[in-house]
């Protein structure tokens, strides 16, 4: 049976998001006065005009409203960094706790990644990433072992591992990351607070710096029930976009 559009908040949010995209063309738009006219609630408004941020089609401004953005080479590599952003996931608030935290010798697949040799040492970071209590994600981390004396157990323990990296002077470039579903580890699964053998979402990423140096290697368990993969594509340059988002 085919859903009723009015029904749907997200065909409600999508009307307004494409119908604004449509006619913006400069001028600011108030969230009561588009909420009148498309007879939606103000926060369904303020879920397109987000969406329409996140596309570099506007910027909203506390006292000037929402206005249209001139586009053009620095809206398109703000959408680069928030790409790179959403899969750092930097500034997230969740709970992060350090389960493991030491030096340890690279085995063949960490050195393969971070293009250094069998052996030399490197920090192994393992944390546990929580949500009111409730167990979202698991990853294991390991960084170049010149960087770690810019990382501790008590600020990983309070913010992201690439801000505090970048807190130290490193520069992020950029990353490669695939994710894939697979049966979790029992371990992991006790981690996790889910059933051994339940389906998470596996990602492995590398994290380069501007120089093109891999900095960091993530293995990471994500609850399938947790997340979703969401895409956006498109034609044009640098708007085609892969995230993993919390449900």
Not at 63 to 84: D, I, M, N, W, Y
Not at 154 to 168: M, N, V
Not at 187 to 204: C, M, N, T, W, Y
Not at 214 to 242: K, N, P
């Amino acid at each position: 049976m085919p859903t009723n559009p009015r029904r749907s908040p997200v065909a409600k949010y999508h009307r307004v998001e494409v119908a604004l995209a449509e006619r913006i063309r400069g001028g600011a738009y108030a969230e009561r006065e588009l909420a009148q006219e498309f007879g939606v609630a103000r926060v369904t408004v303020r879920h397109a005009l987000q969406r329409l941020e996140d596309q570099g089609l506007v910027t909203r401004h506390e006292r000037r409203g929402t206005v249209a953005t001139t586009g053009g080479p620095a809206a398109s590599k703000r959408l680069l960094r928030e790409h790179v952003d959403q899969f750092l996931d930097r500034g997230r608030p969740d709970q992060r706790k350090v389960l493991r935290f030491g030096r340890v010798a690279a085995s063949v697949p960490v050195a393969r990644a971070l293009g250094i040799a069998p052996g030399d040492p490197v920090l192994r970071v393992v944390r546990l990433r929580s949500r009111a209590g409730s167990a979202l994600t698991y990853t294991e981390s390991f960084i170049l072992e010149r960087l770690a004396h810019l990382l501790d157990r008590s600020r990983l323990s309070k913010r992201p591992l690439i801000a505090a990296l970048e807190a130290g002077g490193v520069k992020i470039g950029g990353a490669q990351q695939s994710v894939r579903a697979e049966r979790c580890p029992a371990p992991i699964a006790s981690a996790l607070g889910i059933h051994e053998h339940a389906p998470v979402l596996h990602l492995e990423r590398i994290v380069f710096d501007e120089a093109g140096t891999a900095v960091q290697w993530l293995l990471g368990w994500y609850r399938a029930d947790c997340f979703e993969i969401r895409m956006e594509m498109s034609r044009a340059d640098d708007r085609t976009r892969v995230w993993v988002n919390t449900r």
